[in-house]
């Protein structure tokens, strides 16, 4: 049996697996369809692949190091990886352009030998190709699962067996017509249909040509005899039965092996394809190094947004962050400083590393999870039925009913629908939750009590990040360990819309004017 396990070590990837509850939220928080484009570059089928098997992550370090090594293989032979991707994407065009469909239930043993010995036909050169490159590419590769799938294929696809299955479909197209073998019982009923193989294939070739006088009857049916006809399809067909479910059984089996080859090699393409556009920005790409899940580890060096990248179309600035041990990173710092987008850096980068892929980074390292949730603030939606705090409260139910240990929550701006008490405090008690659980917590919040109840109580496992701002107000987008302040800066944005003259009165760095700024801003505001 011809096996491909190119995305898991001993079996092929579930195509009807479901994807995870989670996958549209996790799909609108962080971008993911951008992602899938970049993969599948206008090819809906590897659209459909990269998001399956991207959303469907792995919780084992061996199958994830496993896919890495294989990924390693097609960006190192890249020719030869699209070389064999390409075989079966010709086998199911000539499938289709010749209409070799297999169907037992509708079909007569005569349709379904046919429609299964064209496929076999179309099949046998790509086995010829397949094995040659497999020949011819033993020893260049170096993953696990293409050593394995190449010795599979040169076992498999010997000569000798190709030999056979050719002769077999020449002789399946009964050029000297059907020998069958039959029984006679009681009341002259025929049973025990049996296939033979024609006598003359067997004898040298000047006993074919010169005449000999056979010891059998013939019957010659006349044109117009269309019952005689239909008993002699009858007869055919009872003989041909078992053959006809043999060679069905082999066709079935190779053009699933093509299927599988063709849905598995599709990740690596994806992969291949995406890698090509973020280096043609200047990005850089990495191979993560997974950790356990029941570990605390996140780690990178450049790490950035790669759907933001796509989206831009050009270069964007990565963070370097150590946060190893910790459960909780809260995340805060002024308005468009690049929060959201270190947030869905972290959600991307996991979920990348989780299927066996490269991450958007210089380095990354982080720990498993067993399962990536996102809780981002959603947009005022009029069809809602309830109000936005509730729509919050309902939606981070749901998330609860799907959580496990050592699962991973990205917050953003959440529980602010209401005001900064109650929502700090309903914030504060789900996250202290969650961390009894052990539930690992992104945060990025512009609730004060809440990051100040948990910067007060100085945990270990706790880091607190921080949006860096230059004092004349840039954005540099990078995000640095730091206390959180209590301004979210909104008084650049006021003086962007109203002019810079309230920002330019003293130096805005200096968090005691904070206060003051916001004061002199509400009265400006009033007038």
């Not at 896919?67 to 075989?87: F, K, M, N, P, T």
């Not at 249909?193 to 013939?218: E, G, M, N």
């Not at 039925?385 to 929550?409: D, Q, W, Y």
């Not at 992104?442 to 270990?460: I, N």
Request: charged content about 25%; proline content about 4%.
């Amino acid at each position: 049996m011809m096996k491909v396990f190119l995305l898991y070590p001993d079996r092929d990837f579930d195509v009807a697996q479901p994807l995870p509850p989670n996958a549209e939220s996790l799909t609108q928080d962080l971008a993911l369809n951008t992602l899938f484009g970049a993969m599948a570059q206008g090819d809906k089928f590897l659209f459909q692949v990269g998001r399956q098997v991207v959303l469907s992550g792995l919780n084992d370090i061996g199958t994830i190091t496993y896919r890495q090594e294989i990924l390693r293989d097609c960006l190192s032979h890249r020719g030869v990886a699209r070389q064999i991707y390409q075989i079966p994407l010709e086998f199911l065009e000539r499938k289709r352009d010749h209409w070799l469909w297999i169907s037992p239930r509708h079909c007569s043993p005569s349709s379904i030998l046919s429609s299964a010995r064209g496929v076999l036909d179309a099949s046998l050169d790509l086995l010829h190709r397949l094995r040659q490159i497999a020949e011819e590419n033993a020893t260049t590769f170096k993953s696990r699962g293409f050593l394995r799938f190449f010795a599979m294929i040169r076992q498999e696809l010997n000569d000798e067996y190709l030999t056979i299955v050719q002769r077999h479909i020449r002789m399946l197209r009964f050029p000297q017509g059907v020998l069958l073998r039959a029984q006679l019982g009681k009341g002259n009923e025929i049973f025990d249909h049996t296939l033979c193989t024609p006598r003359d294939s067997k004898r040298r070739w000047f006993q074919r040509i010169l005449p000999s006088r056979s010891a059998s009857y013939s019957y010659s049916l006349h044109p117009r005899d269309d019952t005689g006809a239909r008993i002699l399809g009858e007869l055919r067909d009872r003989g041909v039965a078992r053959a006809a479910n043999a060679v069905a059984q082999a066709a079935e089996h190779v053009e699933s092996f093509f299927n599988v080859l063709r849905w598995e090699l599709a990740f690596y393409m994806g992969c291949l394809n995406l890698y090509d556009q973020l280096t043609a920005l200047g990005e850089p790409v990495a191979f993560p190094q997974p950790a356990p899940a029941n570990e605390r580890r996140f780690s990178c060096t450049g790490l950035y947004d790669p759907a933001l990248a796509l989206t831009m179309g050009k270069g964007m600035v990565g963070n370097d962050i150590s946060a190893n041990g910790k459960s909780l990173m809260v995340i805060t710092g002024p308005n468009r400083g690049g929060k959201t987008t270190f947030l869905r850096s972290v959600g991307l980068a996991q979920l990348m590393m989780q299927s066996g892929m490269f991450v958007a980074a210089e380095s990354f390292s982080a720990n498993l999870c067993t399962g990536l949730f996102s809780h981002f603030r959603r947009e005022e939606d009029k069809t809602m039925e309830s109000g936005k705090f509730e729509e919050e409260l309902k939606r981070m139910s749901a998330i609860v009913n799907h959580l496990k240990p050592n699962a991973l929550i990205l917050f953003n701006e959440s529980f602010a629908a209401t005001n900064e008490r109650e929502g700090s405090e309903i914030a504060r008690q789900i996250v202290r939750a969650l961390l009894e659980k052990n539930v690992k917590v992104s945060y990025v919040t512009f609730l004060q009590e809440f990051a100040r109840y948990f910067y007060e109580r100085a945990e270990d496992s706790t880091v607190f990040l921080r949006a860096e701002r230059l004092p004349d107000g840039t954005r540099t987008f990078r995000l640095k360990e730091a206390r959180p302040l209590e301004t979210g800066y909104g008084i650049d944005l006021y003086g962007k819309i109203f002019g810079p003259e309230v920002v330019s009165r003293k130096d805005t760095n200096d968090e005691d004017y904070h206060g003051t700024a916001r004061s002199e801003a509400m009265v400006d505001l009033r007038r």
